[in-house]
């Protein structure tokens, strides 16, 4: 067997429309049903605000930015290292930032990326949901009608 035999020619739009139009109509119920469960598995426009279960992680992605310095210490020797505390911060700033610029923009890419797991889950539930409901009417009017399934 040579390649050349196994290459196919894409099949032309002509030979495509004329073999679709050797098809039967369906019945004009079926369309309607298909219509109604594509127009419920419409894909919903995406929400602007985040999840709530990612609400926390995304204000605390940008690590560079600690809380503000504080002591469990009393007398003279908290106000000192709080005071410390700030004066490191202050000077190393620049290069506490250069570090954790990766980072923060690891976990800039991990909060994007669950929040699209987030709604694709959802957008699965919600066809799944449609799928189920579409099933249960066919099975109720299969009831109805007292014919048994076809394989």
Do not use: C
């Amino acid at each position: 067997m040579r390649p050349e035999d196994l290459l196919t020619a894409p099949p032309l739009a002509e030979r495509l429309a004329e073999e679709a139009g050797r098809l039967p109509t369906p019945p004009s119920a079926q369309v309607e049903s298909v219509r109604q469960l594509l127009d419920a598995s419409w894909r919903a426009p995406a929400e602007t605000e985040w999840p709530p279960l990612l609400q926390t992680p995304r204000a605390k992605k940008d690590s560079r930015y600690a809380e503000p310095p504080t002591s469990h210490r009393s007398g003279l020797t908290g106000p000192l290292l709080v005071g410390a505390k700030r004066a490191f911060r202050l000077a190393f700033q620049p290069f506490i930032n250069e570090v954790l610029r990766k980072q923060v923009e690891f976990n800039e890419a991990i909060l994007d990326s669950l929040a699209l797991l987030y709604e694709h889950q959802r957008e699965e539930s919600r066809n799944q949901s449609a799928w189920r409901r579409e099933v249960m009417a066919r099975l109720t009017a299969l009831e109805r009608s007292g014919k048994p399934p076809s394989p």
